[in-house]
């Protein structure tokens, strides 16, 4: 089975730059979660998607932050403009529904700086 | 407002010993805990969760101790091997309605040979 995908791996922009990070989810899975992972710090939910609709964005900076997963299954996670604070670890997640919270499967991450 | 803490950042033991990771709570509706294990450039991966209900679960070398009265949480591995060298995250699921998980901010174990 494969794993949840994510491109690209490593990110170097400048602020006010706008940036893209995608996500394949695990086949079939129809919860995705996107988080961020700051230095030192625990991941923290960004916005989690029941197929095509928003659960929760309550910790996403909407100002800057947008996401969206059309038809339900990959998604796309966009930063724009950039501030420094957003150099992170961006991590995709995907579980079969929302009520198997911990059978969350990660992806590799994008590591964005923003200089 | 940090509700879920893990107070050690780094912890070395022997091959063969006990592990012991900690982690601490603020938030008493949490209803499920579990622990995540990182290995470098990978995302955490699932390890073994305990009911709020419960005091203890096990899993092989791995076992996770509950403490709801003093909001502590444990998890124990032995004995403990090479592979287990790795950042483990403890996390806490909220109630329903709020159901998302709140990470701690990670433990770096590293197991020497």
């Known amino acids: 089975e494969a794993g949840v995908a994510q491109s690209p791996r490593y990110k170097i922009i400048e602020k006010r730059q706008s940036v893209a990070f995608w996500c394949n989810p695990i086949s079939g899975h129809a919860t995705l979660y996107w988080y961020q992972q700051i230095l030192g710090q625990g991941p923290k939910l960004l916005i989690q998607f029941q197929n095509n609709g928003v659960v929760d964005d309550s910790q996403l900076p909407k100002d800057r932050f947008s996401a969206e997963r059309l038809k339900g299954v990959d998604s796309t996670l966009k930063i724009q403009p950039a501030k420094l604070e957003d150099s992170a670890v961006y991590l995709c997640?995907?579980?079969?529904?929302?009520?198997?919270?911990?059978?969350?499967?990660f992806g590799p991450g994008t590591r964005l700086t923003v200089t | 407002d940090q509700q879920v803490k893990q107070n050690s950042p780094s912890l070395s033991v022997q091959e063969g010993r006990i592990s012991i990771l900690n982690c601490d709570y603020t938030n008493s509706m949490f209803d499920y805990f579990l622990w995540y294990k990182k290995y470098p450039a990978e995302g955490p991966t699932f390890l073994i969760s305990?009911?709020?209900?419960?005091d203890k679960n096990e899993d092989g070398r791995f076992t996770v101790f509950l403490n709801k009265s003093a909001k502590h949480l444990s998890l124990h591995i032995v004995p403990s091997q090479p592979g287990d060298s790795a950042v483990y995250f403890c996390?806490?699921?909220?109630?329903?309605?709020?159901?998302?998980?709140?990470f701690g901010t990670g433990t770096r174990l590293t197991i020497i040979p």
């Open positions: 997640a995907s579980s079969l529904e929302s009520s198997r919270y911990y059978e969350q499967y």
């Open positions: 996390a806490a699921r909220g109630s329903f309605g709020n159901e998302k998980l709140t």
């Open positions: 305990i009911s709020s209900i419960k």
